[in-house]
């Protein structure tokens, strides 16, 4: 099941710059994106989402950007700080909003000081 | 800040025996879920729950599993006979509304291990 992908297992960025965190999804079905966050030994915790009649939704240093036509979004955080570093799971809802979440694999986030 | 909370943090299990896996979601939120994490793998959505009864469930969730509120204030996950696959983190969660307005928040989870 590969319905949310995130391809990049890692990224690494330095402090003050911008960490830009990619997802791919295949089912059209598809109309609200979440990113979440997640530190070892906690559980997920809501960032930020974006509904599909959007393409930017912005909340302090964290951005999403959806690209319907590529069935593409991506997080930018700028400036990455130290305590970002965790790993980020991409996730998508279907149009019948039932919160069944499917989530992609994770990308580990590390902000270099 | 309201959390949502669960109980054991580890529990290790022989392969058959039942395990049930506990959860206080936060307390004005109506709508509760289990999730879990295997080893190296995606969350993956188990079960959702409404007034009383599931309202969706995955292919996961086959005969074994269960979910009950037994009070007013616990939601339980219970795994009859449990077996080695069943190894993973069980996450928790609670939202106050479903759609696209319900942000989910999770517990830090239960990580089971059947040997």
């Known amino acids: 099941d590969q319905q949310v992908k995130q391809n990049s297992p890692s990224l690494s960025v330095q402090e003050g710059r911008i960490s830009i965190l990619n997802c791919d999804y295949t089912?059209?079905?598809?109309?609200?994106f979440l990113w979440y966050k997640k530190y070892p030994a906690e559980g997920p915790t809501f960032l930020i989402s974006i509904s599909s009649i959007k393409d930017k939704n912005e909340d302090g240093r964290f951005t999403v950007f959806l690209n319907k036509s590529a069935k593409h979004l991506s997080l930018h955080i700028v400036p990455s700080q130290p305590g970002d570093s965790a790993v980020y799971f991409c996730?998508?809802?279907?149009?019948?909003?039932?919160?069944?979440?499917?989530f992609g694999q994770g990308t580990r986030l590390t902000i270099n000081p | 800040e309201p959390e949502v909370t669960q109980t054991p943090s580890h529990q290790v299990t022989q392969m058959g025996q039942e395990v049930i896996l506990r959860c206080v979601p936060i307390?004005?939120?109506?709508?509760f879920y289990w999730y879990r994490q295997i080893l190296g793998q995606k969350v993956e959505f188990l079960v959702s729950f409404y007034n009383n009864e599931i309202s969706e469930k995955s292919e996961i969730f086959d005969d074994q599993f269960s979910v009950e509120r037994p009070d007013g204030s616990n939601f339980t996950l219970k795994i009859r006979s449990t077996k080695l696959e069943d190894s993973a983190m069980y996450f928790c969660?609670?939202?106050?509304?479903?759609?696209?307005?319900?942000?989910?928040?999770f517990g830090e989870g239960s990580r089971l291990t059947v040997l």
């Open positions: 996730a998508a809802d279907d149009i019948q909003g039932a919160q069944k979440l499917v």
């Open positions: 969660a609670s939202s106050e509304a479903t759609g696209n307005t319900g942000e989910l928040f």
């Open positions: 307390s004005n939120h109506l709508y």
């Open positions: 089912n059209s079905m598809f109309d609200y």
